[in-house]
Every structure is written in C-alpha cells, then in structure tokens.
C-alpha cells in the first residue's frame, strides 16, 4: 500500500495534552458522565453517516427508475441542499457497507470521543483509491485530524489538487436536455446569487463579513476555504466554456442564416430561366418584348 503523508496539526496534539490534564482533575464520577456523553455523540455521528449512505443509495435506485433527468428533478424538487445530496449519492457508489461501519468505529484511544463525520468522509470522496482512502481515514482517526487536516492530507496526495472522485453527474439524453441543463442550472445559480448570497442587507456574504469572532469555527472556515476554492474554478471554467459556446453559437447562427435564405442545391437550367422570366417587373419584362422585336425585323 502506499504510504500517504500526513502532518499531524498541532493544534490536535495540543488538545490531547489538555484533555488529558483535564482528566487528571476530574472526579471519576466526571470522567464516567464525560464517557457515557462522548458515546452519545459517537452513536448519533455514526447514525448520520449512516443516513447519508442510505440516502445515497436511494438517489442510485432513482436514477436507475426515472432516469439522469428524472433523478435531477427530484434533487430540484426537494428544495434542499444539493452539493449535499449529490455528495451522497457519490458516497453510496463509492463506499461499501463494510467499509463505512469499520470507519465508524475508528477510535483514538487518547481520545475515543473523536470519530470521523460527515465533514471528513466529503473530502475521504475526493480519493479514488479505496486503499488510500481507507489509510487516510486510520491516520486522520490515529492523529485527531480535523476536516481541514483531512482536505490538506488529499491535495498532498495529489500533488496539490484534489482527486478525481467526487461528484458525477448524469448526462440527458438528447443534445437539447443537455442544453437545457446548462441553461437550468446557469439560472439556478444566477438566481441564488442575487437572491441568497450578494443581497447587501442580508446576503451570505454581508453575514460571513458581520460574524462575530467567537461564532468562527472549524467547520464554517471549511465550508469557507471550499466556496472559495469552487468560485476560482468556476471563474476559470466560465471563461473556458463562455468561449467554446460563443464559437458554437455562432456556427449554429451561420447553418440557420444559410438555411433560412433558401441556399438549396442548384435547380435545372431551363427552370432557373424560366423563374427569373417570372420574377422580373412589368416594365423589365415590355423592355424584353421591344428588343426581341427590333432583333426579329433586323434579322428579315
């Protein structure tokens, strides 16, 4: 197997130290309280994991039933978060039921209140290898790593980019769906742009800008830094693909301008003639009978 490279953060291996100082000054009463709730919470975190993989799977059987667009609509239809819901689904073709209850009981034995959650499995998605992903999800368990730690320890492994895991998408049948699907999802994003996100009084970012300091935590910097990272690329693919259909559009342009101006394929001698005769106006066609008179009595 290969081995993947992980710098533990310090952070982590600083709160070790003060977890276990902390246990030092706790009545054993405490630390049995402090055991039983850190069981609560692994119980409740594995069951989301859970949740996620079974909704996942039901997404695989509705686009088996109805289809790529089909399963679109209902991802539209719920109205919920969909980089979520695709994730998920991703998650079920991606994982097997074996692997995913093995990663849910990983344990730190220095700190066994720490498992891994939804947060770390989104990134584990981005590695193609089930091997690695399964070493990374030991290490990230063994060195208390958190979200951030873990999307760290996948760009390392691919020398700074993501994997090529992660969401797939299904393709519409005919070259108009797939079309209508750009423009779909275009005005989908345009509309929760100017509706959710920019809005000056109350938007996502007037929100992120007003945040006060003790409300900033790991997994919102995460959820942060990942936007961020979409809006870069999204920044440099929009100007790609605005490119590549401005040339397509204008192609298209071309063949229905040259249909609609009736260039066909060239009609017989005799009729071409004869439609011209028909096409001219009065007056050309009286200057035609005058000189096919004054040849005709030249010629006696």
Same mark, same amino acid.
């Given at each position: 197997?290969?081995?993947?490279?992980?710098?533990p @953060?310090?952070? /982590?291996?600083?709160?070790i130290?003060?977890?276990?100082?902390?246990?030092?000054e706790?009545?054993?009463?405490?630390?049995?309280? #402090?055991?039983?709730?850190?069981?609560?919470?692994n119980?409740?975190?594995?069951?989301t994991?859970?949740?996620?993989?079974? #909704?996942?799977? *039901?997404?695989?059987?509705?686009?088996?039933?109805?289809?790529?667009e089909?399963?679109?609509?209902?991802? *539209?239809?719920?109205?919920y978060?969909?980089?979520?819901?695709? @994730?998920?689904?991703?998650?079920?073709?991606?994982?097997?039921?074996?692997?995913?209850?093995?990663?849910i009981?990983? *344990?730190?034995?220095?700190?066994?209140?720490?498992?891994?959650?939804?947060?770390?499995?989104?990134?584990?998605?981005?590695?193609?290898?089930?091997?690695?992903?399964?070493e #990374?999800?030991?290490?990230?368990?063994?060195?208390?790593?958190?979200?951030?730690?873990?999307?760290?320890?996948?760009?390392?492994?691919?020398? &700074?980019?993501?994997? /090529?895991g &992660?969401?797939?998408?299904?393709?519409?049948?005919?070259?108009? &769906?797939?079309? *209508?699907?750009m423009?779909?999802?275009?005005r989908?994003?345009?509309?929760?742009?100017?509706q959710?996100?920019?809005?000056?009084?109350?938007?996502?970012?007037?929100e #992120?800008?007003q945040?006060?300091?003790? /409300?900033?935590?790991?997994?919102l910097?995460?959820?942060?830094?990942?936007?961020?990272?979409?809006?870069?690329?999204?920044?440099?693919?929009?100007?790609v693909?605005?490119?590549?259909?401005?040339?397509?559009?204008?192609?298209?342009?071309?063949?229905?301008?040259?249909?609609?101006? &009736?260039?066909?394929?060239?009609?017989?001698r005799?009729?071409?003639?004869?439609?011209?005769?028909?096409?001219?106006?009065?007056?050309? @066609?009286?200057?035609?009978?005058?000189?096919?008179?004054?040849?005709?009595?030249?010629?006696?």
């Open positions: 197997m290969t081995s993947i490279a992980v710098s @953060k310090k952070v /982590s291996q600083q709160f130290q003060l977890r276990a100082a902390t246990l030092e706790m009545s054993p009463a405490e630390r049995t309280r #402090l055991a039983e709730t850190e069981a609560f919470m119980q409740q975190q594995g069951q994991l859970r949740f996620f993989y079974q #909704l996942g799977q *039901r997404f695989i059987e509705d686009e088996a039933t109805f289809g790529a089909g399963l679109e609509r209902q991802i *539209r239809a719920m109205m978060a969909e980089d979520t819901i695709r @994730k998920t689904k991703i998650f079920a073709e991606q994982w097997n039921a074996e692997d995913l209850e093995r990663v009981q990983m *344990r730190n034995p220095d700190y066994p209140g720490k498992m891994l959650h939804w947060a770390h499995m989104r990134y584990l998605l981005s590695v193609d290898s089930r091997d690695k992903r399964m #990374l999800a030991e290490k990230a368990v063994e060195q208390c790593m958190n979200p951030r730690s873990v999307n760290d320890a996948v760009k390392k492994l691919y020398g &700074g980019r993501r994997g /090529s &992660g969401r797939t998408f299904g393709r519409p049948a005919t070259l108009k &769906g797939k079309v *209508r699907q423009v779909q999802v275009t989908e994003w345009i509309g929760r742009d100017t959710v996100w920019s809005p000056k009084e109350d938007g996502t970012i007037t #992120l800008m945040l006060s300091p003790d /409300s900033v935590d790991d997994e910097l995460e959820e942060v830094d990942e936007a961020y990272e979409m809006m870069t690329q999204i920044i440099a693919r929009a100007t693909e605005q490119e590549a259909l401005e040339k397509a559009r204008k192609r298209l342009q071309g063949i229905h301008a040259a249909a609609g101006n &009736g260039e066909a394929a060239p009609a017989k005799g009729a071409k003639k004869k439609a011209t005769r028909a096409g001219r106006p009065a007056g050309d @066609k009286r200057a035609a009978q005058k000189g096919k008179r004054k040849r005709t009595a030249a010629a006696k």
